[in-house]
């Protein structure tokens, strides 16, 4: 008769071992053999923990915990690396690590382990100054005769998540920033759709956070637009608050008295709207372009003269009525005063229209043409920094296309780039 014997080695364990077998049958009488077992060594592989995709901010180094076991006890060898050199660099100014029984010799990295128990390291990153971007982030282990690596992807971002800062969730939305209580921290105002409600919410910096001011009430608007501007010249920032409310559609201005905000002048009311102050007419005071859909659903795109604190509409400037729109103010030409850009939906006509200051009015530069947009945005800046201000202008076309195009200043006529 054919037997089967099966044997199961003590786990992790190599060598040779005799095996003998005894068998006794039923009259007593005895037979036996005996032979060797040869247990051959295989070697098991570290295990690394997975670990997750990182972020950090520029020029801050970022410790990652890693978790790593070595069944057999071995040394390990520790190396690493980076994909993008430009954000992280593959040495030892870019990485560090840190554990109980992890040793460096200057160049390498050493972890003296014990069989089956778990190693708990930090992984220091420290990306180059000034970088931001991704980088892929290789680390691996090796125990002399076999390696295990993990990656990892860790993003530098020029800013990163506050999320000890809790803010209420909106859309259909404005931000302003502005240093409202003259203390040079940046605190900001947030208006938009809860969902539920309209809000129109103030935080102020305390230097290391940002703390609800309840003590300052303004109008909560959907679909709007909001800026901070001195408006008055006493040396607080007051703010502009267009939009839908609860009840119809508003333009309010609200004056800083140092201590709170109380409402000011009413302009004309507005939503799916834009503004932008800006001293168009170099009196000193700052005016306000405003453009958007009015309490009778007109599209209206008006310039209100600042007159020491008081405002007027300037009935001498005519423009194109606009709504979904966006503006943007700048001396595009150089000759000391502001031109403006105007985009939007006039009357189902999608327009982007660039206005130089002539001193004494204003006059639609017809040789430049831009495509017309509306739900968009725009700005101006010298991005090659040749004195000229440039334009960057995205939005939807009538043909519902989505274009972003950045288009080059030349000395006061502008080419796509």
């Not at 036996?32 to 020029?59: C, G, R, Y």
């Not at 290789?138 to 020029?158: E, M, P, R, Y």
């Not at 921290?185 to 001011?213: A, F």
Request: charge should be negative; glycine fraction near 10%; charged fraction near 15%.
């Amino acid at each position: 008769d054919q037997y089967t014997i099966d044997i199961n080695p003590v786990s992790n364990e190599s060598g040779t071992s005799t095996i003998s077998i005894n068998i006794i049958d039923a009259a007593g009488l005895t037979a036996s053999t005996s032979f060797n077992l040869d247990v051959t060594e295989i070697n098991d592989l570290p295990v690394i923990a997975d670990i997750a995709n990182q972020n950090t901010s520029i020029d801050q180094a970022i410790s990652i915990p890693i978790q790593l076991t070595e069944i057999e006890g071995d040394s390990l060898t520790i190396t690493y690396g980076s994909s993008n050199t430009n954000v992280v660099p593959s040495s030892i100014s870019g990485f560090s690590f840190a554990g109980d029984n992890i040793s460096f010799d200057g160049s390498i990295y050493t972890i003296s382990s014990t069989a089956g128990i778990a190693e708990n390291l930090t992984l220091i990153v420290n990306p180059n100054s000034g970088q931001a971007g991704a980088t892929t982030i290789n680390f691996t282990v090796n125990d002399g005769n076999a390696t295990t690596n993990k990656s990892f992807q860790l993003s530098v971002d020029i800013f990163n998540w506050d999320e000890s800062i809790s803010l209420t969730g909106i859309n259909r939305n404005s931000i302003a920033p502005g240093d409202y209580d003259n203390d040079a921290d940046m605190d900001v105002l947030i208006t938009g759709d809860t969902g539920s409600v309209l809000v129109s919410t103030l935080y102020r910096n305390t230097g290391t956070h940002l703390s609800e001011n309840y003590d300052i009430n303004t109008v909560g608007s959907r679909n709007n637009a909001i800026a901070f501007a001195d408006y008055n010249h006493d040396g607080y920032l007051d703010i502009l608050i267009t939009g839908t409310i609860d009840g119809g559609k508003i333009s309010q201005l609200y004056r800083n008295t140092g201590t709170n905000f109380t409402e000011d002048a009413i302009l004309t009311s507005v939503s799916a709207s834009a503004l932008a102050f800006f001293d168009y007419d170099n009196d000193g005071d700052l005016d306000i372009l405003l453009t958007g859909s009015d309490t009778s659903n007109t599209r209206i795109a008006r310039i209100f003269r600042n007159t020491n604190g008081t405002f007027s509409h300037d009935t001498g400037i005519s423009l194109p009525g606009v709504a979904d729109s966006a503006v943007a103010c700048g001396d595009i030409d150089n000759d000391g005063d502001q031109d403006f850009i105007i985009t939007g939906d006039n009357n189902g006509t999608y327009i982007s229209k660039l206005y130089r200051n002539t001193g004494g009015g204003f006059s639609n530069d017809t040789g430049l043409s831009f495509p017309g947009i509306a739900g968009g945005s725009v700005a101006f800046g010298d991005y090659d920094n040749d004195g000229y201000l440039d334009l960057l202008l995205v939005g939807f076309t009538n043909s519902s296309t989505r274009i972003a195009k950045l288009y080059r200043n030349n000395g006061g006529s502008f080419t796509e780039n």
